[in-house]
């Protein structure tokens, strides 16, 4: 049985290898993320995307690379302090501001508007060391330490209950934008997302460049909770991140957060990625907790898309265990379920041929018990929608577009295979059955049932479904 739910590695210190990059591929890796928080020479970036095609390519597998845009991330800067921290007292009083005249200086001037007075907080270090909020005066906050604790420089720093005056695109973030499109990168993902018009200036330079690249918003801000119907319907996926997310607000709401937002997914049929601290124990240890083996479990049981690992692959000592021990804990959990939960997906438009096929064609696998499903597609839509119906059998998406085979690597249940342009149905139905008894992903006898769009080579046509049996001889 092949997985289903796919497994996105950020690439590192840990794994800036073709070696390594190809034990990731080979142990389960389908998206490779590239962190450009931490990545900032264009060198750096173009030798990876580099050798994670060329080692994708020598395994025959389809490998999505997603380019994550670092966005207005606000980090502690003690460049001005002899050994980069500085050392917080309970109760203690202090400032923070851009300036190094501050007790705490921030790497960005940020126009802090205003606060929800006795709910805003400065909270560095994902959480670990917390502030109330006193007073703000000519963009200074004025803190109240909540706890002891040590700050590190470049740690980040968060802002719940105050007002941030922030651009959604930073000037790094459109260097690294027309990096990707040079590089040809599958996808992007915008950090610190608030609201749909997000996405504006991604879609503007993109225009510009006469280029396609689907753009993923990260919710991480109460903001985007607030406005995450017209983010899910706008953007073209969406990225849970836990981290910020459980920061900015209550960590009991989390678990709350995290289904509505898949809920939204499935309505617009967008795909859907769990991140942050998935495996963290895993950056140190060769096993993981009991708890994050539910919490992988758990992803699999909503059926999210993909789980995302960060530090784990990217800084971890264990990369490579990690990725083995999450494909395994996937495939088992797949295994076990009988049918996959497709309650929550939106009906059929009336006007979209494809959503009424991929409605089909769940009735008809699940009903004739068909062994696999071939989409033949120009673009990859049809293969996004019938993902999001979730069917028990394989699904293999055939393209004669190797980009779009790439892209396709982060769909739920996908399988891309690249092939040839065919001139009729029939062409492609005899060579369909071929490639799937070559690679050994069907058997004579078995039956799967195909779509495609009729005139064969127009993207957005998908008009089409036959079932074809094998025959035994």
């Known amino acids: ?115 929800s007075g006795e709910r805003a907080f400065v909270k560095v270090d994902d959480g670990k060391i917390s502030f109330k909020v006193l007073s703000i005066r000519n963009n200074v906050l004025k803190l109240k330490a909540e706890n002891d604790g040590i700050i590190k420089s470049k740690k980040g720093v968060n802002f719940p209950g105050v007002n941030l005056r922030i651009p959604a695109v930073t000037e790094q973030d459109k260097k690294n934008i027309e990096i990707g499109i040079k590089l040809k990168v599958d996808w992007l993902a915008l950090s610190f997302v608030r609201a749909h018009e997000d996405i504006d200036e991604i879609k503007n330079i993109l225009k510009v460049e006469n280029k396609s690249i689907p753009v993923i918003a990260k919710i991480e801000k109460p903001e985007a909770i607030e406005n995450l119907s017209k983010i899910v319907e706008t953007f073209d996926g969406i990225l849970i991140a836990r981290g910020d997310l459980g920061v900015e607000m209550e960590l009991s709401q989390l678990p709350i957060l995290q289904k509505k937002i898949i809920r939204q997914c499935r309505y617009y049929k967008k795909p859907v990625i769990i991140a942050t601290q998935i495996l963290e124990s895993m950056i140190k240890n060769s096993t993981p907790t009991r708890a994050e083996v539910n919490d992988v479990a758990n992803a699999v049981y909503e059926g999210v898309d993909a789980v995302m690992l960060s530090g784990e692959t990217a800084v971890g000592e264990y990369p490579i265990e990690t990725i083995e021990i999450m494909n395994k804990i996937i495939v088992n959990i797949e295994k076990e379920l009988v049918d996959f939960n497709i309650k929550e997906i939106s009906d059929v438009d009336t006007n979209d041929y494809r959503s009424a096929i991929g409605k089909a064609v769940q009735i008809v696998s699940k009903t004739l018990m068909i062994d696999a499903i071939v989409i033949m597609t120009e673009s990859g839509s049809t293969a996004k929608i019938l993902s999001h119906y979730k069917s028990k059998a394989n699904i293999f998406a055939l393209s004669p577009n190797g980009a779009v085979c790439s892209q396709m690597s982060l769909y739920w249940g996908i399988t891309p295979i690249k092939t040839d342009e065919y001139l009729s149905t029939d062409e492609m139905l005899l060579n369909a059955e071929r490639i799937l008894l070559e690679q050994k992903l069907i058997k004579k006898g078995q039956t799967f049932v195909m779509t495609a769009g009729i005139p064969v080579g127009v993207s957005g046509s998908t008009n089409m479904l036959r079932i074809k049996k094998i025959d035994k001889n």
Request: hydrophobic share 35%; no cysteine; proline share 3%.
């Open 1 to 115: 049985m092949l997985k289903k739910t796919k497994i996105i590695a950020t690439i590192g210190p840990s794994t800036n290898h073709p070696h390594l990059i190809s034990r990731l591929i080979k142990k389960g890796m389908n998206v490779a993320r590239l962190n450009t928080a931490h990545l900032t020479d264009e060198n750096n970036i173009k030798e990876l995307v580099n050798s994670i095609r060329e080692e994708s390519a020598k395994l025959n597998i389809h490998v999505s690379i997603l380019l994550d845009l670092a966005g207005p991330k606000i980090r502690v800067d003690l460049s001005n302090i002899g050994d980069g921290t500085l050392k917080v007292s309970k109760n203690h009083i202090y400032n923070m501001g851009y300036s190094k005249m501050n007790d705490i200086p921030i790497n960005l001037d940020i126009n802090f508007k205003n606060s």
